[in-house]
T-cell receptor, first 113, second 117 residues
Framework: GENVEQHPSTLSVQEGDSAVIKCTYSDSASNYFPWYKQELGKRPQLIIDIRSNVGEKKDQRIAVTLNKTAKHFSLHITETQPEDSAVYFCAASKGGGSYIPTFGRGTSLIVHP | GAVVSQHPSWVICKSGTSVKIECRSLDFQATTMFWYRQFPKQSLMLMATSNEGSKATYEQGVEKDKFLINHASLTLSTLTVTSAHPEDSSFYIC?????????????FGQGTRLTVV
């Protein structure tokens, strides 16, 4: 089955700095890669996703890159703000009827004001 | 986005009793629902995948007789923790996938904090 590795487990940055979280996956058939943000005691919320036919996607301060050959994808947050502090999960999945996401272990991002 | 409602948000029960958790998709039909367990500061561990009208598919190591899943309609799936024990205390969270489209997003419920005393 799919195996998703996520690094780092914790990330501490100063407000305004950039933050990068990296994930690798094992199954070359995976073609959908969502990123979720989970605040303490709350549900995970999708913040951005990317499909395997795209190498990069950006949404305001958040961007995701995908390298299919190397089987890794990354989340980039620029101009971090204290409200970005949360746990971020990456996931990898096949599409269509085979959609079952495998999650990374999570990265606890702390943005210091 | 679509709304998934999970109930209750927290429950405390005595050891040996059973607890039912509901997961509802409020404004869309969900052919597939997923049940996860999350330990503090850890990732989402998939317990089972349920498809409407058929038996759930359990992940390796998850006891199907202990964690009963019923997906009786396109908008409701239930997880029943039977004969609960303190080690079953955890955060249980469901997600529901919309019935249409390729690679569509799965939306999460708010989770249920189960404490077995």
């Amino acid at each position: 089955g799919e195996n998703v590795e996520q690094h780092p487990s914790t990330l501490s940055v100063q407000e305004g700095d950039s933050a990068v979280i990296k994930c690798t996956y094992s199954d070359s058939a995976s073609n959908y890669f969502p990123w979720y943000k989970q605040e303490l005691g709350k549900r995970p919320q999708l913040i951005i996703d990317i499909r395997s036919n795209v190498g990069e996607k950006k949404d305001q301060r958040i961007a995701v890159t995908l390298n299919k050959t190397a089987k890794h994808f990354s989340l980039h947050i620029t101009e971090t703000q204290p409200e970005d502090s949360a746990v971020y999960f990456c996931a990898a999945s096949k599409g269509g009827g085979s959609y079952i996401p495998t999650f990374g272990r999570g990265t606890s991002l702390i943005v210091h004001p | 986005g679509a709304v998934v409602s999970q109930h209750p948000s927290w429950v405390i029960c005595k050891s040996g009793t059973s607890v039912k958790i509901e997961c509802r998709s409020l404004d869309f039909q969900a052919t597939t629902m997923f049940w996860y367990r999350q330990f503090p500061k850890q990732s989402l561990m998939l317990m089972a995948t349920s498809n409407e009208g058929s038996k759930a598919t359990y992940e390796q190591g998850v006891e199907k007789d202990k964690f009963l899943i019923n997906h009786a309609s396109l908008t409701l799936s239930t997880l029943t923790v039977t004969s609960a024990h303190p080690e079953d205390s955890s955060f249980y969270i469901c997600s529901a996938r919309r019935a249409t489209g390729e690679n569509t997003e799965a939306f999460f419920g708010q989770g249920t904090r189960l404490t077995v005393v």
